[in-house]
Every structure is written in C-alpha cells, then in structure tokens.
C-alpha cells in the first residue's frame, strides 16, 4: 500500500528546487501524492522549519514527512530516515525533525542514508533533498524499500534534539515565555497556553500584562480580532490553541518590537514588579 509524503522545505518558489524534488520523486514512483506542506521557512531556519512541521503534522495523513532545510548540506551532518506510529521522517539530523517527532509518539528506527542505491549520482553535494531525501521519500512511500534498506541503524537516543522552551511561572501573578513564531500575517505566537494563564488567574475577557524590554501593555483578551476595534492589539487563543497577540487589520510585529526567540512575561495587570516604562495600548 502506497502512502503520501508531505513535504517541507526552505527552496522557496523562485528556482527550480521544489520541482525538481517532485519529479525526483515522479520518476522514482509516479502513483505517490506528494502534499507541499510550505516552502517558505527562511533559508536555513531549522527553528522555523520545525515549528512548521510540528504545527502541521497533526493534520497531515500518515504516510512519509519529508522535511528539508540543510544549513549543513554537504557537511558531516547526517542524513537519515525515522520510523514513528505515524510514518516516516525524512531529512537532515539537525533538530528539524526532532519536535514533530516527538508529538507523534517518538521514534523507535532510525538510519543514515548511506545505501548508493537509493541515491542519486549528483554532480555536487549541495542538493540533498534531489540526490538523498528525495529519493529515500519515494521508496518508501511506494515500499519499492524497506527502511532497513537503506542504511545502516543509528542510535534513537543520538539524533540531533530540538528543545521548544518552556512557559514558566514567575510567582508574582505572571507567566514567563518565548516567541515561538511570526506568522506571514504578522501575528506571534507565545509558548503560552490559556491554562498558563488561568493559573495565575488571568481569563478571556480580561486585559492581560504584556511585558518586554523594559515596556508593559495592557492588551485585551479576546475571542475573535473583532472584538477590538480596527488598529487595535488583542490577545487571542490562535487556531493551535497557543495565546499570540495581533492587530486588527494590522501587523503585530510591526507594532511591537518582538522576534522569535525573544522573551515576554504575561499576567495580570498591576501584577508583578514594577516596570520602569509603562505604555498602556
């Protein structure tokens, strides 16, 4: 029985990349649906291409998950295969995998790709996902290949980790977080979940502290973007169940000085310590 494969990468739409890895994968087993999950992470954003993954995953169909972004190409990086309950991950062993992975119920095989017959002839070593990723998606998607066939086994424990921070409790009425992710909207999402926020006794309804760099906003929490009026900031439950922060019909990373990885602090307004500089939106 053949299965999809879903894949993602960092090739973006304006070179042939994308194309080629199709038709790779055409030649090799023409019957195989080959779902684009995106091809917009940022060059060489392993943050960015497993956030992706791991927010997609849940809502694609079992089968292959090809996942390329190689800031490594060509280096002594691994390239492997990972058997999980849902399929398999393919790609570089640099972390992109590792969260949606996890999420899935974790690996219990894993392989470098190493067997020649699985791999293309390329003339350089700079097109993993043509010459390697590609071709290890395809056969095992239409099982021309059995995972074992293509390379040695390699040690679950020793693939290469990707850790999401964790929220964390301040005890002063305030939960601290990350940006997790800016969305082609402008809208960031927090590593902070709504129960985070209930347990320092912060609800929808309310207004919520937002805090960074020595600034604070009081920001409303809301249901829908059109719960504020046009311009306005809102906290919002987005569509993966995390609290982020938008503008009506705006952009909140061109509002707030926010990039993903930075730190924020959520709570109650009137919470926490003092804050030198206070600006109330």
Known sequence: MTTPISFLSDFGHNDEFVGVVHGVIA???PSIRVIDITHGIEHGDIHGGAMALTRAVQYMP???FLAVV???VGSDRRAVAVRTPVGYFVGPDNGVLAPAVAMVGGADLAVSLEDDRFRLPGKGLTFAGRDIFGPAAAVLASEQADILDLGPT???ESLTPFLIPLSE???EGSIHG???WIDTFGNIQFNISPEDLGQVDVSEGEDVSVSFEMQEFRIS???TYGDVEEGEPVIHVDSYGQIALAVRGGRADEDFALSVGDSVVLGRTGGGK???LQITR
Request: aromatic share 4%.
């Open 154 to 156: 390699i040690e679950t």
């Open 221 to 223: 929490w809301s249901t």
């Open 27 to 29: 030649r090799i087993a």
């Open 169 to 171: 409790p301040t005890g």
């Open 70 to 72: 190689d800031p490594g």
């Open 62 to 64: 079992d089968g292959v």
């Open 178 to 180: 990350t940006v997790l």
């Open 274 to 276: 003092p804050i030198p």
